[in-house]
């Protein structure tokens, strides 16, 4: 263990670590074909893309509550596919924090979506013990919560040719749908690395209309994440940094795959951009590190594949507060 410890010390390892980083990086901008087969009878809330989750990992794994090492509060409001009729809007709020013995911690989210006339929210606790190592620390994660939706059909009658339509006449069931999740999660000052499994119950309509909850290891989803930090300067560093969402079901495919590279000049701004392989989207990210506490981020996300005809993209804005930081611009923090 004294040997593996100094192997990966050496400065030899690191450029090893910041070579395979830049060849992730640009690798990635390949196309990953993905296609989701329909299924009548399951039962999906649209889990919401975000576009700026590297800011908030709580969005996609438990694991990263308290990891900010401070009580951090997120807010985000993204308008998804502008200028479409009933396109999703989204909002998520989350708080988070390592409780006093530094092992143990704690956060909350709940993100509320609508999009036609169907409104959805997910509301969520989250639990984190983290394992310090040499270089960083382990932290596994569990979060256990619900995800509620409903459809108002009858809203939109007035719209219709024919109004008095049986299919319109009554609402779809409120659906409430308890479910559980899981993650581990590794940072550093330099490297992170994380996967996560963000349901373990599926759920399916059955003949009646009523709705049965199943467990199938063939129903999930993976979400892995990683990336590092390359420094040029004092001024520069570089943050590049993937994230690949796959999915078991039926086809086993990529549902989501993004490459990122963020530019940190003077721990300030934070310019940079991304490539979803799978939607064929390109998105530009500026952030603006206000004060040691405060972030504020705007992201834009262009259409550059089939969406483009009926889209005219879609932006998402972010702020991140974090309540008696320990972090200082001597000691800043970007994982």
Known sequence: MQSFSKYFSDIHCMDRIKLLLFSLFISGFTSVPGQAIPDTSGISLAY???????????????????????????????????????????????????????????????????YGVTKATSVYANY???????????????????DMSNTDYTSIRETLTNPDDDVFLTNDKPYVLPNVGAGVYYFSDKLFAGVSVPSFLSYKKTGTGSVQAFHSFSEYDFVFSAGGLITFS?????????????????????TQFDI????????????????????????????????????????????????????????????????????????????
């Open 48 to 114: 919401p893309v975000y576009s700026q989750y590297l800011q908030n990992g709580l969005m996609i794994n438990p694991a990263y509550a308290g990891s900010r090492g401070a009580l951090s509060g997120f807010l985000s409001y993204r308008m998804q596919w502008m200028g479409t009729d009933g396109a999703p809007s989204i909002q998520s709020v989350s708080i988070h924090t390592p409780m006093k013995n530094d092992k143990v911690a704690l956060g909350l989210m709940a993100q509320f979506m609508k």
């Open 128 to 146: 984190a013990y983290h394992i310090r190592l040499s270089k960083g620390k382990l932290s596994f994660g569990l979060k256990a919560g619900v």
């Open 234 to 254: 004092d001024f520069v560093k570089f943050k590049p940094s993937i994230l690949i969402d796959y999915s078991l079901q039926k086809t086993k495919r990529l």
């Open 260 to 335: 990122n590279g963020n530019f940190i000049l003077a721990d300030l701004i934070w310019l940079g951009g991304s490539w979803r392989t799978s939607e064929q989207v390109a998105v530009g990210i500026l952030q603006v590190q206000i004060n040691q506490q405060l972030m504020f981020g705007f992201s834009y996300d262009y259409p550059a594949g089939r969406m483009n005809s009926y889209s005219k993209g879609s932006s998402e804005f972010i702020l991140r507060y974090e309540f008696g930081s320990k972090v200082s611009a001597a000691n800043p923090r970007y994982f």
